[in-house]
């Protein structure tokens, strides 16, 4: 292994132990990717969702589950933002625009924010491959009003307002919005539902968040690298 300059014998052996680690860590990833792809056909999605967008000349125009596949692709991930915020989040607000004349628990939630700040990075890249989008349940001009105030250019939105996704794919918990990611499989004309971040609803050791998106999340895992770790950083509109 390569040696740093002025590290210790204590400090090479020790980051030789920890990388071995490491590598168990990366045979494990793997092996959960692989039973995941080996899951066996989830449910038929028995509606076809109908959800809000904005269209380029401003319009909402309705736009149904199996159009948020592009020809040729056969999955598609739906994050659902909790936009409203669930109601025992009392972090503050956006400080400037439309949004943050909001009531703060009609406003959209930190966490999902941020999340959604590193998806819009993503997105180009992620388009090219298969299909991504974000459903919240506010109405789709208060969310694109909020996604104009935040940058996003990228990422699909879409509402969900007029319908039950949310409820019927672990998105929304007594009236609550909850950061549930569902991954859906097009067979033909038949849609499935594939996968969800479960992991958001399992119990946790002391001291673990659910991290059900935990792999997708660039800031958390870099501070893993850290050495102070996690911390007590908890992620907010503005700094």
Same mark, same amino acid.
């Given at each position: ?8 014998? @204590? ?194 050791? @002391?001291?673990? @968040? ?30």
């Amino acid at each position: 292994m390569h040696v740093f300059p002025g590290e210790s014998a @204590e400090y090479r052996a020790a980051r030789d132990d920890l990388l071995r680690q490491e590598i168990e860590l990366r045979r494990q990833t793997e092996a959960v990717a692989a039973a995941r792809r080996a899951l066996p056909p989830g449910g038929v999605v028995a509606q076809d969702y109908e959800f809000d967008e904005l269209a380029d000349d401003g319009t909402v125009r309705t736009v149904r589950l199996s159009e948020l596949f592009r020809a040729g692709t056969d999955a598609l991930a739906i994050y659902n933002f909790m936009f409203p915020r669930h109601v025992h989040d009392d972090r503050p607000g956006p400080r400037h625009g439309a949004t943050a004349e909001l009531p703060l628990a009609e406003g959209p939630c930190p966490s999902c924010s941020a999340f959604i700040d590193e998806l819009d990075g993503a997105a180009r890249h992620i388009d090219a491959h298969t299909n991504l989008v974000v459903a919240a349940k506010a109405p789709i001009e208060r969310v694109m009003t909020f996604a104009r105030e935040r940058g996003w250019r990228h990422v699909r939105l879409v509402s969900s307002g007029r319908n039950s996704f949310a409820h019927d794919y672990g998105g929304e918990v007594d009236g609550q919005q909850m950061p549930m990611l569902n991954v859906f499989r097009r067979d033909g004309d038949t849609i499935r539902h594939f996968w969800a971040s479960e992991m958001l609803y399992a119990p946790t050791d @002391e001291g673990e @968040e659910p991290r059900h998106v935990g792999t997708l999340e660039i800031a958390w895992n870099l501070y893993d690298l850290l050495p102070g770790g996690r911390a007590d950083f908890d992620e907010q509109h503005e700094y």
